[in-house]
């Protein structure tokens, strides 16, 4: 296993999550969104384990997805938390509560989830493959979300925070951005991956208004089943682009 960020430097990484979660707390969307999960606050126990076990300062890059999906964070409380990938290689096991509010839909089975998220499954299978273990991964790399919440529509459909309202979203990007600037200041980072066009933009607008110029901000396609591209080995052209931005070697 890595060694692990100081006890104090994980306890940040904590705190701020715990931040994040009470900033969004008050919170509300309008329709078409229908029920809104923070997997910060119900699946507290197993984010935090996550971070005290593999959260490291000194890496290469820090991966940025969107936000949770519906079989993979919000089930997990870890970034693209496919259940699967969770259980058998990052090995994590810690109980995970219930949200005060479920969508009859979309409830919250914790590692009982018996429905995969794919890009979970496709991220953490390339990790898997690439670097064999948790600790070699983790030695030079960490993978976080920009947004902790995930937004269901009445009829249970997923949506994306890119498909919000601006207004609606201004709140949550302030508090986001700050725990981003908080994450990079923590794991100091040479670069900011965004999974995804949006994590990517995000990146670079936090970054900027927050003045960090020692971090580079680069770009992979996002695994999503979603994306026509990624649905052509998305494992191989995550791999180059990696490989195109000097983080991984040929």
Not at 161 to 180: F, G, Q, T, Y
Request: hydrophobic share 45%; aromatic share 8%; proline share 8%.
């Amino acid at each position: 296993m890595p060694k692990a960020i100081s006890t104090d430097s994980a306890a940040v990484l904590i705190k701020a999550a715990d931040a994040l979660a009470q900033q969004l707390a008050p919170l509300r969307f309008a329709a078409p969104v229908h029920t809104v999960y923070n997997p910060l606050v119900y699946a507290r126990a197993m984010h935090s384990a996550y971070v005290q076990r593999f959260a490291k300062s000194g890496i290469t890059a820090l991966l940025l997805g969107m936000n949770p999906g519906p079989f993979g964070m919000t089930q997990t409380g870890i970034p693209f938390g496919e259940v699967g990938a969770v259980r058998d290689w990052l090995g994590l096991a810690e109980p995970i509560g219930k949200p005060a509010i479920e969508h009859p839909k979309r409830l919250i089975e914790g590692l009982s989830c018996a429905k995969s998220e794919v890009s979970g499954r496709r991220l953490w299978g390339l990790c898997k493959s690439r670097f064999g273990t948790p600790e070699a991964f983790f030695a030079q790399h960490y993978i976080a979300n920009y947004c902790p919440l995930a937004f269901v529509e009445e009829s249970g459909a997923n949506l994306t925070p890119d498909h919000l309202p601006v207004a609606e979203m201004a709140p949550v990007e302030a508090a986001c951005d700050a725990h981003l600037i908080t994450l990079v200041r923590t794991l100091q980072p040479t670069w900011v991956v965004g999974i995804g066009a949006f994590a990517t933009q995000r990146a670079e607008a936090a970054l900027r208004a927050a003045k960090i110029t020692n971090v580079t901000v680069g770009t992979i396609l996002h695994p999503s089943p979603a994306s026509p591209a990624a649905n052509r080995d998305w494992a191989g052209q995550a791999t180059r682009q990696m490989v195109q931005l000097g983080i991984w070697s040929a």
